[in-house]
């Protein structure tokens, strides 16, 4: 695709439920990043990928947050017993290599509610 | 740790008017400095990056100066646009690990005509 997609781009749940963000990043960009955006700060990383492995996964704040890459594309980030502090915007990016550039391609993000 | 600060906003500005916005960070080291800048409906793009001191990052009119001495990396414009009208991010990174990087709050920029 032409850029970073992202789906849902809104998401409300209840706390305590699961919930699932997905992210496509740019055709033939090896490597793919998650981030965090709470209100009125700027993104936090959360998890790094290379491929299908995850190379850094030291910003996932608890266990609850855990994410996969299994084909080396899409990934899925996946939040169990949501929490009303898990609210943000979640920002996938990718970049055609893991370190060097600095240029991370950033998607629209998926907001997500707990309530 | 790492940090950034940069100015709080709103910034309103008219038209052909200056632009600064402040940007300081706190590292152990030399990072490589980035702006990056989200405008309506779409996603953080980068705008500009300088690697070392006294480089000098510049794109669409828009420029930073990496000061070591003063750990800033400040963005300037000459004559904003409306279309410049964006939400403005500064950001550090480490070299052996770019993908990690450590935003600022970000700055809100809105250009009227």
């Known amino acids: 695709g032409a850029g970073v997609s992202q789906t849902p781009s809104n998401k409300v749940t209840e706390k305590g439920k699961y919930v699932e963000l997905r992210c496509d990043p740019i055709?033939?960009?090896?490597?793919l990043y998650w981030y965090r955006q709470s209100l009125g700060q700027g993104p936090e990383f959360l998890i790094y990928?290379?491929?299908?492995?995850?190379?850094?996964d030291s910003g996932l704040p608890n266990d609850r947050f855990f994410a996969v890459r299994p084909e080396g594309s899409v990934s899925t980030l996946k939040i169990q017993r949501t929490e009303r502090g898990d609210s943000a915007v979640y920002l996938c990016?990718?970049?055609?290599?893991?370190?060097?550039?600095?240029?991370?391609?950033f998607g629209e993000g998926s907001r997500l509610t707990v309530l | 740790g790492n940090s950034v600060t940069q100015m709080e906003g709103p910034v309103t500005l008219s038209e052909e008017a200056f632009l600064t916005i402040n940007c300081t960070y706190t590292?152990?080291?030399?990072?490589?400095l980035f702006w990056y800048v989200q405008y309506p409906g779409e996603g953080l793009q980068l705008l500009l990056k300088?690697?070392?001191?006294?480089d000098k990052g510049s794109n669409k009119g828009f420029e930073a100066t990496y000061r070591k001495e003063t750990t800033s990396f400040h963005l300037e414009k000459g004559s904003v646009q409306v279309s410049d009208s964006a939400v403005y991010f500064c950001?550090?990174?480490?070299?052996?690990?770019?993908?990690?990087?450590?935003f600022g709050k970000g700055t809100l920029l809105t250009v009227n005509p």
């Open positions: 990016a990718s970049s055609s290599t893991g370190v060097g550039t600095g240029e991370l391609f």
């Open positions: 055709s033939g960009h090896t490597a």
């Open positions: 990928f290379q491929g299908t492995g995850a190379a850094d």
């Open positions: 590292a152990t080291g030399y990072p490589s």
């Open positions: 300088a690697t070392k001191a006294d």
């Open positions: 950001a550090l990174s480490f070299g052996g690990s770019n993908y990690k990087l450590t």
